[in-house]
Nanobody, 128 residues
Framework: QVQLVESGGGLVQAGGSLRLSCTAS????????MGWFRQAPGKEREFVAGFSWSDGSAYYADSVKGRFTISRDNAKNMVDLQMKSLKPEDTAVYYC?????????????????????WGQGTQVTVSS
C-alpha cells in the first residue's frame, strides 16, 4: 500500500521559515514526478512546486518562486519543501503528491489530476 506522510507544518510569523517533509512508502518514487500542493479554506487545491520525472528539474508556482525550494532524497524516498519569507497568504493545508503517470509536458503536473498518490496534508499557518 502506497503512503505519503507529510510532517513539519505549524504556526509561524510572517517572514519566518518552515520546512515540510514528505516520506513515501510502498513504492519507490525516485523516477516519478513528485510535488507539493496547498489548499486554503474555501479555495481550490493549487500547485506549489514539483519535480519532473524526465530530467529531475524543479519548477514552481509564480507565487512562491524565489521563496520556496523543493528538494528530494531518492535514497530515503523523501521530498522536502523549504519555505522562507512566509506570508499570511501562504496559510493552507499543504499536500505531498506523487505520480506514476508519464506525461510529457510539465503543465499536466501543475494540476491535481496529474497525480495519483496523495498525502493527508499538514497545516501551515502564517500569522501577520
Amino acid at each position: 500500500q502506497v503512503q505519503l506522510v507529510e510532517s513539519g507544518g505549524g504556526l509561524v510569523q510572517a517572514g519566518g521559515s518552515l520546512r515540510l517533509s514528505c516520506t513515501a512508502s510502498g513504492r519507490t518514487f525516485s523516477n516519478d514526478a513528485m510535488g507539493w500542493f496547498r489548499q486554503a479554506p474555501g479555495k481550490e487545491r493549487e500547485f506549489v512546486a514539483g519535480f519532473s520525472w524526465s530530467d529531475g528539474s524543479a519548477y514552481y508556482a509564480d507565487s512562491v518562486k524565489g521563496r520556496f525550494t523543493i528538494s528530494r532524497d531518492n535514497a530515503k524516498n523523501m521530498v522536502d519543501l523549504q519555505m522562507k519569507s512566509l506570508k499570511p497568504e501562504d496559510t493552507a493545508v499543504y499536500y505531498c503528491a506523487a505520480s506514476s503517470i508519464r506525461y510529457f509536458s510539465e503543465r499536466y503536473y501543475r494540476g491535481v489530476s496529474g497525480y495519483n498518490y496523495w498525502g493527508q496534508g499538514t497545516q501551515v499557518t502564517v500569522s501577520s
